[in-house]
């Protein structure tokens, strides 16, 4: 599965849009980009996923550039609950193990 | 309410003995994982399940053991050889990724269980 690099922090003003940025340069063609959130002591929640289009949802935008080298995490309009460590994850389809793998993530600080 | 369990959120041992993590789902998921997260870390994985019967070493198998006797119960064992048993638990779910044929799939994660040995 291909690397993917993330900010180590980030912080936003409640009620703004939170962009957080992954890049995963090496993606190959069957990978899909997922994104997950860890609030403090809880289990990861998924949040969305996508390959190569856009991706909209309750509770995120993914953007990813049309070379698939870089992708975006878009929450509109932040609240303090969205403070987390947000995961960005490259897995491509099938595989052997089946299992994602989670790097260190950006923990993002949302501040009133 | 569809889920996944785990039990206890807080678990205190001794070194030396074996200690059983629950975990449970009533997502009828075929595909079960257990993780283990240090402070500061990433998650890295343990044992993995497709099916009833079946399990599979993760990247960090040595002194823990699982069984998969039931779809929806996967409990993990930290026995005494684990080196470095603290660690915060997490177990998860998803539909099997060999059987479904999906193109891609999302986990779901329990609370998690932190195990304190001393």
């Known amino acids: 599965d291909a690397k993917t690099t993330q900010p180590t922090s980030m912080d936003c003003a409640e009620g703004r849009a939170a962009n957080l940025p992954c890049n995963h340069s090496?993606?190959?063609?069957?990978?899909?980009v997922y994104w997950y959130r860890q609030i403090h002591s809880q289990g990861p929640q998924y949040i969305i996923h996508?390959?190569?289009n856009n991706e909209t949802n309750e509770m995120a935008s993914l953007i990813i550039t049309e070379d698939r080298k870089s992708s975006t995490l878009i929450l509109p309009h932040a609240t303090l609950r969205d403070t987390a460590v947000y995961y960005c994850?490259?897995?491509?389809?099938?595989?052997?193990?089946?299992?994602?793998?989670f790097g260190k993530g950006t923990k993002l600080s949302v501040k009133p | 309410d569809g889920g996944i369990t785990q039990s206890p959120k807080y678990l205190f041992r001794k070194e030396g003995q074996n200690v059983t993590l629950s975990c449970e789902q009533n997502?009828?998921?075929?595909?079960m994982y257990w993780y283990r997260q240090d402070p500061g870390q990433g998650l890295r994985l343990i044992y993995y399940?497709?099916?009833?019967?079946?399990?599979q070493k993760g990247d960090i198998a040595e002194g823990y053991s699982v069984s998969r006797e039931k779809k929806e119960s996967f409990p993990l064992t930290v026995t005494s050889a684990q080196k470095n048993p603290t660690a915060f638990y997490l177990c998860?779910?998803?539909?099997?990724?060999?059987?479904?044929?999906?193109?891609?799939?999302?986990?779901?994660f329990g609370p998690g269980t932190r195990l304190t040995v001393t």
């Open positions: 998860a779910s998803s539909v099997s990724f060999k059987l479904s044929g999906a193109g891609s799939y999302e986990q779901y």
């Open positions: 090496t993606i190959s063609g069957n990978e899909y």
């Open positions: 996508g390959l190569k």
């Open positions: 994850i490259v897995r491509a389809y099938g595989g052997s193990q089946g299992n994602l793998i």
């Open positions: 997502l009828n998921h075929d595909a």
């Open positions: 399940s497709q099916i009833v019967n079946d399990f």
